[in-house]
């Protein structure tokens, strides 16, 4: 199918979760970053402007170190995630030159995106990075960051659509969306389509954290709706390990779970 440029969405913000990007050994699924870079780099060749926040840093870290689990202390996490934050992007770098796609790195930390000097720069940033064919990487700065972290990259991407004024955040997951109840415990879950904002029976219904290698869970993304939603900007989770499912989103067909804004964007 000839799938056309969505009128009413230009900018978007992408993020892709550690479990999505490695196997259970910590190692990165080389097979399916590729699949990944692919649909991005073509989505960008389509016209959008595509900024992807990307989890991995400390989990890759982990299988280059051969550690079986994080480190409790701070310094350690800090230490993995700089460790494996190189070869990560090194692979983006690769993979997507592949498809004839130029990728940029960008560390941000939560002081960062409060400050309003520094939010207008890091916009400034980005629209550059866009006007130069770059498609920018976005991780937080795990060496330098403080006790006052995002703690999770579902709220890193959030904000990082709202400084840019996205039309759209996809949360790219290793399930199909939000459902009423685990479908890993319970085999009759059943998957959300629409979500018109996020309440507290929400929060109540989503289950605790993610993988051994990743930080986020149904919480953090959530947390991520709230934000997104506040800014006048649709969130979607969406499986990831179906990437071409964002075309069928595009064309305005259910995929996942969408969390409708409930205001324009200012």
């Given at each position: 199918?000839?799938?056309?440029?969505?009128?009413?969405?230009?900018?978007?913000?992408?993020?892709?979760?550690?479990?999505?990007?490695?196997?259970?050994?910590?190692?990165?699924?080389?097979?399916?970053?590729?699949?990944?870079?692919?649909?991005?780099?073509?989505?960008?060749?389509?016209?959008?402007?595509?900024?992807?926040?990307?989890?991995?840093?400390?989990?890759?870290?982990?299988?280059?170190?051969?550690?079986?689990?994080?480190?409790?202390?701070?310094?350690?996490?800090?230490?993995?995630?700089?460790?494996?934050?190189?070869?990560?992007?090194?692979?983006?770098?690769e993979v997507?030159?592949?498809?004839?796609?130029?990728?940029?790195?960008?560390?941000?930390?939560?002081?960062?995106?409060?400050?309003?000097?520094?939010?207008?720069?890091?916009?400034?940033?980005?629209?550059m990075l866009?006007?130069?064919?770059?498609?920018?990487?976005?991780?937080?700065?795990?060496?330098?960051?403080?006790?006052?972290?995002?703690?999770?990259?579902?709220?890193?991407?959030?904000?990082?659509?709202?400084?840019?004024?996205?039309?759209?955040?996809?949360?790219?997951?290793?399930?199909?969306?939000?459902?009423?109840?685990?479908?890993?415990?319970?085999?009759?879950?059943?998957?959300?389509?629409?979500?018109?904002?996020?309440?507290?029976?929400?929060?109540?219904?989503?289950?605790?954290?993610?993988?051994?290698?990743?930080?986020?869970?149904?919480?953090?993304?959530?947390n991520a709706?709230?934000?997104?939603?506040?800014?006048?900007?649709?969130?979607?989770?969406?499986?990831?390990?179906?990437?071409?499912?964002?075309?069928?989103?595009?064309?305005?067909?259910?995929?996942?779970?969408?969390?409708?804004?409930?205001?324009?964007?200012?």
């Open positions: 199918m000839d799938y056309k440029k969505n009128k009413d969405i230009h900018r978007m913000v992408i993020k892709i979760g550690t479990s999505s990007l490695t196997h259970s050994t910590g190692n990165l699924n080389y097979r399916h970053i590729e699949k990944m870079a692919a649909v991005i780099c073509d989505l960008k060749n389509m016209g959008y402007e595509v900024v992807l926040v990307s989890s991995g840093a400390l989990g890759v870290g982990l299988g280059k170190t051969n550690l079986t689990q994080k480190p409790a202390q701070t310094a350690g996490k800090r230490a993995l995630a700089a460790i494996g934050q190189s070869s990560l992007m090194a692979i983006y770098d997507f030159n592949v498809y004839g796609c130029k990728v940029s790195q960008v560390l941000l930390t939560k002081s960062d995106v409060k400050d309003d000097h520094s939010r207008n720069n890091i916009a400034d940033a980005f629209f866009f006007r130069y064919g770059a498609i920018p990487v976005v991780n937080e700065n795990d060496v330098v960051v403080s006790d006052d972290s995002f703690g999770d990259n579902d709220t890193l991407a959030a904000y990082v659509a709202q400084i840019i004024g996205a039309d759209l955040l996809i949360i790219w997951s290793d399930i199909d969306g939000l459902y009423n109840k685990n479908p890993r415990e319970y085999p009759d879950a059943k998957l959300i389509p629409v979500v018109k904002g996020v309440t507290e029976d929400l929060y109540k219904m989503a289950g605790g954290a993610g993988s051994a290698r990743g930080c986020g869970g149904m919480l953090t993304k959530l709706a709230a934000i997104a939603n506040q800014a006048g900007i649709d969130m979607v989770i969406a499986n990831s390990f179906r990437p071409d499912d964002i075309y069928e989103l595009l064309c305005g067909k259910s995929v996942g779970t969408r969390f409708k804004a409930q205001k324009n964007k200012a």
